[in-house]
């Protein structure tokens, strides 16, 4: 069976440093930090007080009361960020075969700030459980997909993909198959996230996860910096359309780059450390590239999973050194995650975005706050340190792993 060619042809961001594409770019190219002191509840009591929050986003500019009561925040930016995503594509709504458009949406978490809200209002009552009824509805994972999918009409495949940190990479994965394969023409794909929440942000803190950089929250995210001291949590959402080339050729439409693989693996090792040796990583790279039907000389930008924890960045970088071998110094190494933080399930989405807008601008987005350096990291590989570089790519990869040890792994390309 041949597979069809997949194609990305609208995107749509709302991240802690802009709340759109051209915001985000803008972002993304400056070297911005996203990271600032929480907003959203007195901090006084937690080790982390600061995080890479969504900024000058008011609900009324999107919807109704109504909705807002029935809409928990990973939702809304779901529905913002796709939304964008889907006016970018520039399809007419009226034309489109609904049957074969779906949603596939990746969530880490869902809707913690609704589940622990509920919880600690059925603490403080008398235990009697007078719960919200829209509770279970706002909290699960699949609303968000289940949400674009009402909106919209699409009658495709609709599901959510839960694989913490892997989530949205998971889901561009699932919806570059399905299009492949012929089941799809189009997937609103894409992943979001809202867990700044007090049970987010003590949970985390447990783990001692967190950055506690609380006297310079915007420097805090500073991957493959030997100072680093945990990521920073960030929140958002990232939408992609991916589309059957041949459809979107029809309809003339915009094209940003040509999805040409995708690669996954488990560590098999932990549940929140990464393998040492990055075996897992090494994997899930080289299956991406034998996916594609390329090879390790090809790809010029790797956006990294970089979290800016002390092991994570490490095990990463040997991986990429072990596929790479003598190219890896050819290669641009990076981390937008020392600008957003880390989105959790939303972060594989909102990295390739980024990607795809590198490959587009050609200039590659640095890793910011990079001070000292890590002894432990080759000092040959190009991490574009607090400086984006220019530069012409053709093919450009993006690593997202998460809690469990799951690592996805997605190429695009450029087509000219």
């Known amino acids: 069976m041949e597979l069809k060619r997949v194609v990305v042809t609208g995107l749509g961001a709302l991240t802690p440093i802009g709340n759109n ?7 993304l190219s400056t070297g911005k930090s996203g990271a600032a002191p929480i907003t959203y509840y007195d901090t006084e009591k937690f080790k982390t007080k600061f995080a890479c929050e969504i900024k000058n986003f008011d609900t009324n500019d999107y919807f109704d009361r109504k909705e807002v009561r029935r809409l928990d925040k990973f ?36 809707g913690l700030e609704t589940f622990q809200n509920e919880v600690i209002a059925y603490a403080k009552g008398d235990g009697t459980p007078r719960f919200n ?31 913490a940190c892997a989530s949205s990479a998971n889901a561009i994965i699932d919806a570059l198959n399905y299009i492949r394969l012929g ?12 867990a700044v929440t007090e049970a987010g942000m003590g949970g985390f803190n447990a783990m001692h996860a967190l950055s506690t950089r609380n006297e310079s929250p915007e420097t805090a995210s500073r991957p493959f910096d030997a100072t680093r001291d945990g990521f920073v949590l960030g929140e958002g959402a990232g939408s992609l359309i991916l589309e059957e080339y041949e459809h979107a ?58 979290t800016s924890t002390p092991l994570g960045d490490v095990a990463e970088l040997k991986a990429i050194k072990q596929v790479f071998g003598d190219h890896a110094k050819n290669i641009n190494i990076n981390s937008t995650k020392s600008m957003t933080g880390h989105l959790l ?12 807008l590198a490959m587009g601008h050609s200039l590659v987005p640095p890793t910011i706050n990079h001070e000292v350096v890590d002894e432990n990291i080759d000092p040959e590989l190009n991490l574009t340190l ?31």
């Open 386 to 416: 607090n400086k984006a570089q220019e530069r012409k790519l053709n093919v450009v990869m993006s690593n997202t792993f998460g809690f469990g040890g799951h690592n996805a792994c997605v190429l695009f390309k450029r087509l000219d």
């Open 183 to 194: 089941y799809s023409d189009v997937i609103v794909t894409g992943g979001s996230e809202a």
């Open 249 to 306: 050729k029809a309809r003339g439409a915009k094209i940003y780059a040509e999805v040409v693989g995708g690669g996954l693996s488990s560590d098999a090792y932990h549940m929140t450390a990464p393998h040492p040796d990055g075996i897992g990583v090494i994997a899930v790279m080289k299956n991406c590239i034998e996916n594609a039907g390329l090879t390790p000389e090809d790809v010029d930008a790797i956006n990294t999973h970089g």
């Open 21 to 27: 594409i051209k915001e985000y770019w803008e972002g």
């Open 345 to 356: 399930g939303a972060a594989g989405a909102v990295e390739a975005i980024a990607s795809i």
């Open 133 to 163: 009824p829209f509770f279970i509805p706002k909290m699960i994972a699949d609303i968000a997909p289940g949400n674009i999918s009402i909106k919209h009409g699409f009658m495709g495949p609709n599901y959510a993909t839960a694989s």
């Open 75 to 110: 939702t809304q930016y779901a529905l913002v960020a796709s939304d964008e995503a889907i006016a970018d594509a520039g399809f007419d709504l009226e034309k489109l075969d609904k049957t074969r458009v779906g949603v596939i949406w990746g969530a880490g978490i869902g």
